[in-house]
């Protein structure tokens, strides 16, 4: 018989949790297993019937299925770090609240089908909220590593926090799914923009072979190793677009999130942070880039992607057209953006890829830009070349083509316009104009070529995609890349050019053959790796280039403006509707335009002090600037050269290592942007090293 202290305190107990809500001391409660038992340390957790005791971390009713996670309290797990302390339970109609302290009898499985998609899962479960308003447990800080599948198995279902802040990578399921893909590391680049498929150092100029392509697949995986999916919650397709600033209405490749939390999920076959509300919930840092700027400068040109710019029957019908727009009021908009991001440029002279291939008659695709320019500039501010054809562009063979526009104020065209004429070549083949300078005393000239090489989407056979990183048509890109060569010295030059600067769509990325031909003719590629223009599933590459002879080295400096390729194309006139905003140029294109800025008396660097060398690849830790080694006294005065990767020498400087060190930046603050060799030698040394210039 107990006594009447005890009786008090049952008493006590009893009063204190009203009926419904008594402990599990004061009800019959079957046994309780560790969600860490059921999860185990192996790759799948053990089937069966369990019951379970844990608080409630999130509930996503939207989910396919939709249920909730419940993970046991801090002080209440396994202990065991190796396996996870939570579950997600199946149960779409669940009337659980986040904090829920509760006990849920059910079935765990965990396979490919569905409810699990490979995560595990508690199905048909019976709930019962033992109290509401629980602490919830800890956040897991994860590793700093990368996130393979190993490496986050003991975190599936748990309250997860990112120990550094995390870069947005990719937004095209943004609008589609909710759905961002975000990276620890910075930017994820393709392999190509860095790893040559055939060349080891990168610096070489071979263009056949596959002698290096494990070095791009590893490259590869570790880019999926570390990545890795921000999810909105919910299966349906978002009414409006998430996690985007609420001022500037996007969010970008390359926003960050300094302090991420969440719910690590797995589904479709990827790891995924399910979003938690209130003051844990993402925000990202979002900024849109400014129009680069330069010095002073005797001429400002432009490469665009008009993102197949068609105008109908040039009357206000023919829609839709073939590739651009479908109606008449989204080629208003397309249109209008793309203006905007011309005149906002302000070039002299534009290079234009993916214009209608339609002649340049008054209802010309190519007089429509001219016109729609002119009313913003103003009257006569813009004139387009002529290049030989009325009707279509002469040896073109797509329905799209490469054009020129020019300030006649600024620049006079010298001579007729250049097409490549070898049969079979080029789908779009190069154009090319002469110019000469109107603002100099001493009139300038140079060509403007302008290219569009095949694209990587398809090949047969020979053009067959070759698993190398390269994609499909690579062999048709190497082709026309010679053939650039050649029309270059056999009719671009000989029409009096010296200086020729080539730009547009060459559907190559940085270290890949087509460029790796051009580089072994002696044209340098005018920007480093880390430059880029275009993002494809994920990856960010560049496949705008501008690409010059040596003799405008130190002459030129080249930025690319990013305002489309890291933006959602949901923004992109054809999805947005009437909902696009014509006055942005943002999303006017899939590819970012180039701007180049020519001054032919040479380039008066912005600063001379910070350092713009960097150690080439960069060393595991990050980049790290380039200085020249210590070297012992008896070394005495060194010598330094540097050159471009195929061999021209662009910089020689010679005194003691102290003095040299001193005037590094100074002396290559001329430098284009891009890959160099440099070599040092005296007494006892001759050592090489790549160094890459921002």
């Given at each position: 018989?107990?006594t ?15 009926i ?7 009800q ?36 396919s299925?939709g ?8 002080a209440a797990?396994?202990g ?9 339970v ?5 009337k ?23 995560q ?12 509401p308003?629980n602490?919830l447990p ?9 996130y393979?599948?190993?490496?986050l198995e003991?975190?599936?279902g748990?309250?997860?926090?990112f ?12 609008k589609?799914?909710g ?15 860095f ?10 100029t ?9 070095a ?41 999130v ?8 797995f ?9 938690l509300?209130?003051?844990?919930a ?13 010095g ?5 040109i ?27 009021e989204?080629?208003?908009?397309q249109?209008a953006?793309?203006?905007a ?12 890829s993916e ?12 007089q429509?830009?001219?016109n729609g ?8 501010t ?9 009707s279509?562009q ?23 316009a ?89 559907n190559?990325?940085?270290e ?8 072994a ?6 920007t ?9 599933k ?41 909902d ?11 590819h ?17 002090s910070a ?13 790290r600037?380039f200085?020249?080694?210590e ?5 005495g ?57 921002e």
């Amino acid at each position: 018989m107990p006594t009447i202290s005890t009786r008090f305190a049952a008493l006590a107990l009893i009063s204190a949790f009203p009926i419904g809500s008594r402990p599990a001391a004061a009800q019959s409660t079957p046994a309780i297993t560790h969600i860490g038992t059921i999860q185990g340390t192996g790759p799948a957790a053990t089937a069966g019937t369990y019951t379970i005791e844990g608080v409630v971390t999130g509930v996503y009713p939207g989910l396919s299925p939709g249920g909730f996670y419940v993970q046991e309290a801090t002080a209440a797990t396994d202990g065991n770090p190796a396996t996870s302390d939570a579950l997600y339970v199946v149960q779409p109609e669940a009337k659980v609240k986040i904090g829920d302290n509760v006990r849920i009898t059910g079935t765990v499985l965990e396979s490919a089908d569905a409810p699990s998609y490979t995560q595990a899962v508690l199905t048909q479960p019976t709930v019962e909220v033992l109290w509401p308003k629980n602490q919830l447990p800890d956040f897991s800080v994860l590793p700093a590593g990368q996130y393979s599948s190993a490496d986050l198995e003991r975190f599936e279902g748990m309250r997860v926090q990112f120990p550094v802040p995390l870069t947005v990578a990719d937004v095209y399921s943004l609008k589609q799914r909710g759905e961002l893909i975000l990276t620890t590391g910075g930017t994820l680049y393709q392999p190509t923009q860095f790893i040559d498929p055939n060349d080891n150092p990168a610096t070489g100029t071979a263009s056949t072979g596959t002698s290096n392509v494990a070095a791009v697949n590893a490259y590869q995986t570790a880019n999926l190793e570390r990545s890795l999916v921000l999810d909105d919650g919910t299966a349906a397709k978002p009414t409006t677009m998430p996690f985007v600033d609420p001022v500037l209405g996007t969010v970008r490749v390359g926003s960050t999130v300094a302090r991420l939390r969440g719910i690590m999920g797995f589904s479709y076959g990827k790891w995924r942070i399910q979003p938690l509300p209130g003051s844990d919930a993402p925000s990202f840092n979002v900024r849109r880039p400014a129009v680069p700027t330069f010095g002073r400068l005797d001429l400002k040109i432009a490469s665009y992607n008009v993102l197949n710019y068609f105008n109908g029957d040039g009357a206000g019908g023919g829609f839709p057209t073939p590739r651009g727009a479908k109606t008449a009021e989204d080629f208003a908009r397309q249109r209008a953006k793309i203006i905007a991001g011309l005149v906002a440029m302000n070039a002299d002279i534009i290079g234009l890829s993916e214009m209608e291939n339609d002649g340049f008659g008054p209802e010309s695709a190519v007089q429509d830009l001219v016109n729609g320019l002119n009313q913003v500039a103003g009257a006569g501010t813009y004139a387009f070349i002529n290049d030989g054809g009325a009707s279509q562009q002469p040896n073109n063979t797509d329905v799209i083509r490469c054009a020129i526009l020019y300030k006649p104020a600024t620049v006079a065209p010298m001579k007729a316009a250049m097409v490549a004429a070898t049969p079979g070549v080029f789908e779009r083949p190069p154009l090319a104009q002469l110019f000469t300078t109107r603002r100099t005393t001493r009139p300038d000239t140079l060509v403007l070529v302008v290219n569009h090489f095949k694209s990587k989407s398809s090949g047969k056979g020979v053009d067959a995609d070759q698993n190398d990183g390269q994609g499909g048509s690579n062999d048709r890109r190497r082709t026309q890349a010679r053939e650039l060569v050649q029309f270059l010295n056999k009719t671009v030059k000989p029409a009096g050019a010296r200086r020729v600067i080539c730009i547009g769509d060459y559907n190559s990325n940085y270290e890949e053959d087509p460029l790796d031909i051009l580089r072994a003719a002696g044209l340098v590629v005018v920007t480093p790796p880390t430059s880029a223009s275009y993002v494809f599933k994920g990856l960010t590459g560049s496949l705008d280039h501008c690409i010059v002879t040596p003799n405008m080295v130190g002459f030129i400096d080249v930025h690319k403006w990013n305002i489309n390729s890291g933006e959602p194309n949901s923004l992109q006139y054809d999805a947005a509707g009437p909902d696009t905003d014509t006055k942005s140029p943002f999303r006017s294109s899939d590819h970012d335009p180039v701007l180049i800025g020519v001054n032919f008396k040479g380039l008066a660097p912005t600063s001379i002090s910070a350092s713009r060398l960097y150690m080439y690849p960069n060393p595991e830790g990050g980049a790290r600037a380039f200085a020249l080694p210590e070297l012992p006294a008896t070394t005495g005065p060194i010598s330094l050269e540097m050159s471009l990767p195929q061999g021209a020498t662009m910089l020689r400087l010679q005194g003691p290592q102290a003095l040299l060190q001193a005037q590094l930046n100074r002396a290559t603050a001329h430098l284009a942007p891009g890959l160099y060799v440099l070599r040092i030698k005296g007494q006892g040394v001759d050592a090489t090293q790549r160094v890459m210039k921002e």
